[in-house]
């Protein structure tokens, strides 16, 4: 007797489920027959190693399956309105990050120097011993030395023989060596010297302490005046004349009015943001690698995950990570989440001096818990004053221009964006970006671009990008009529990078599985690059291509839809591929993601384990 999803899938697209996207009948199939056929054509798949090995190694079986503490989250026990934690993956357990070598090589022997720690050091010092537990290479060749012509891991690296010699010296290709010398390929990387002065906290902060100076009198100046029963008005322009003339300038050269005259906002450095594709700020899966496969395929603004200004003042290494650049980023900015004015002006001001980027934008539109109940994200939509605060004492720092990216408000019902915009034409704003939908909502309805039109008029003739719901040119192209003045992509991008291609080509992609596989090397190459080609690097990349895969199993190939093109909010039902790997990247188990990741990046280590942060209920 038939099951009702073997019927429905007898039936056709026609009677897809709702929510689904319609798919042409002949490749609808069953969970059941979806996951047998991975299986039975996946030779030493994951999953067959699993069961072969389940007495011999039953932490490897248990890694693979669901772990326990999401589990016992799911039972709604103990909240008194017995509803589920939704919206923000409640379910997912905190686990510390793994250890993958059991003995790390020395740095100072990779780079042949002599250890500055002689007996006390940490790390392994012998060559011969290191080389015989060392995991094996993952493949022949190295992507590093072949690109750069040497490669900076050396013995470390998981690619080591294509550039050591038979007595564990490095090669170097100097040809290549040439071409690359004294070029910086990132930037924005805090240097040990700042990195100590930020935790010593010598820093000066001079145009910061002048600009908060005048909220502190003007403040004092309001309780003078509230006492005295006046209600003027107190001014937060932080005053740049004087009556004393300025003093003699000593310069090598001719004297230019930039040298004695302050630049006025209008004068600042300008980005043209005009009709260009602008890919958003993604936590975690916005990374370096990332965006230099989104700039491949045409995104013409990129900026940096979101990063907290505190820990930037702070000198977290991990937090000015997010900041860095790869040079094929021409036009590049940084998300700052902050919600109070001294830390946020001070932060600007601390990247203005150190950092080389396009923009900075503040981020008053990031929904989580952890940011909007501090003050920040959402939470300044709704605090006025001290937005006002905030963007004017950036403004007043920073030698770029300032962004910022917010939400149709907090509540669902109630939207407060058209409210704000006006106020923030005042403020110096010199872009602004309208994610179409409220903090409640989430990702639970379309974004409203009938409210991003009213909206875009509202703000003219400041440039309002519109965000939401983008996953094809049709999308773009209709967005486009809205009036805005250009396009962010965030989902749309993870699902499908060459998205950025087909809005400039005005063209559906149906794109190949090999050639989505190649972009998936890149990506891994890029990462190596990144973030190393030792063992902990390739296991970072990793990492961060299961993050990916967790959004580009999404995609359903144009070629087998009945419809075109696909809806974001439409999810994909099961089905099978014009080929195997096609089959494969359909998968939204973590397991399958695992041995595409294994195609690139060699097999997981034993004890490699594995959550996605933004789909926990990938596992079956």
């Not at 003995?103 to 720690?117: A, D, G, V, Y």
């Not at 932060?347 to 203005?352: G, S, W």
């Not at 929904?367 to 006025?384: E, F, H, Q, S, W």
């Not at 090999?514 to 891994?524: A, G, H, N």
Request: hydrophobic share 30%; charged share 30%.
């Amino acid at each position: 007797m038939e099951t009702a999803e073997e019927v429905n899938v007898s039936k056709g697209a026609d009677v897809a489920a709702k929510g689904e996207a319609a798919i042409k009948s002949e490749f609808l199939t069953t969970k059941d027959k979806f996951h047998g056929l991975l299986d039975s054509e996946s030779q030493g798949s994951k999953r067959e190693k699993a069961s072969e090995s389940d007495t011999v190694d039953d932490s490897k079986e248990t890694s693979l399956e669901e772990p326990e503490p999401k589990r016992l989250k799911q039972n709604f026990e103990g909240r008194p309105d017995g509803k589920r934690l939704r919206g923000q993956n409640k379910s997912r357990p905190h686990t510390k990050p793994t250890a993958y070598d059991e003995k790390r090589l020395c740095h100072s022997i990779i780079q042949n120097k002599e250890c500055p720690f002689g007996a006390k050091c940490f790390f392994d010092h012998d060559i011969v011993k290191y080389m015989d537990s060392k995991p094996p290479d993952i493949g022949e060749t190295c992507h590093i030395y072949e690109t750069f012509g040497k490669c900076a891991y050396g013995l470390s690296c998981r690619f080591a023989k294509a550039h050591t010699t038979p007595d564990f010296k490095s090669m170097e290709k100097a040809d290549l060596v040439k071409v690359y010398e004294g070029r910086t390929m990132v930037k924005n990387n805090m240097s040990k010297e700042l990195q100590g002065r930020l935790r010593k906290r010598s820093v000066s902060f001079e145009k910061s302490e002048k600009y908060l100076k005048t909220l502190s009198d003007n403040k004092d100046k309001g309780a003078q005046q509230g006492n005295a029963g006046e209600n003027q008005p107190v001014s937060t322009e932080v005053q740049t004349s004087s009556d004393k003339q300025p003093a003699p300038v000593k310069t090598v050269g001719p004297l230019t009015d930039a040298d004695v005259i302050k630049l006025r906002p209008c004068e600042k450095k300008q980005v043209d943001f005009q009709d260009k594709l602008y890919l958003a700020p993604l936590t975690t899966c916005g990374n370096l690698p990332f965006r230099r496969v989104c700039k491949r395929f045409g995104a013409d603004i990129t900026c940096g995950e979101m990063a907290m200004c505190t820990n930037l003042l702070q000198g977290h290494q991990s937090e000015w990570a997010l900041l860095r650049r790869h040079e094929s980023e021409d036009v590049f900015g940084i998300q700052l989440e902050g919600s109070f004015p001294d830390t946020m002006t001070r932060c600007a001001e601390l990247i203005n001096n150190n950092t080389e980027v396009d923009f900075v934008d503040i981020n008053s539109g990031c929904p989580i818990d952890l940011v909007y109940n501090k003050g920040g994200g959402c939470g300044l939509m709704t605090r006025t004053r001290k937005f006002e605060r905030i963007v004017k004492g950036m403004n007043y720092v920073l030698d770029v221009p300032l962004t910022v990216k917010i939400r149709t408000g907090v509540q669902e019902k109630s939207n407060i964006a058209h409210k704000l915009i006006p106020e923030m034409k005042n403020w110096g704003v010199s872009m602004i970006t309208l994610h179409g939908r409220s903090r409640e909502q989430r990702y639970t309805k379309l974004a409203d671009w009938d409210y991003i039109t009213t909206c875009a008029k509202l703000a003219s003739p400041i440039p309002l990008f519109g965000n939401g719901d983008i996953l094809s040119y049709e999308d773009a192209m209709k967005a486009k009529e809205t009036g805005v003045s250009g396009i962010m992509i965030a989902r749309g991008a993870l699902i499908k990078p060459w998205i950025f291609t087909e809005i400039k080509e005005s063209r559906h992609w149906d794109i190949s599985s090999s050639e989505r596989l190649d972009i998936l090397k890149d990506f891994s190459n890029f990462g190596l690059e990144h973030w190393g080609s030792d063992t902990r690097g390739v296991e970072r990349t990793r990492t961060f291509l299961l993050e990916w895969l967790s959004f580009l199993c999404r995609y359903i190939p144009v070629g087998l839809l009945e419809r075109v093109p696909q809806k974001i909010n439409e999810r994909p039902p099961y089905y099978m591929g014009r080929n195997y790997l096609e089959t494969l990247m359909a998968s939204q188990n973590v397991e399958d993601w695992i041995r595409i990741s294994e195609m690139l990046l060699g097999p997981v280590p034993k004890n490699f384990e594995f959550l996605p942060k933004h789909k926990a209920n990938s596992y079956k």
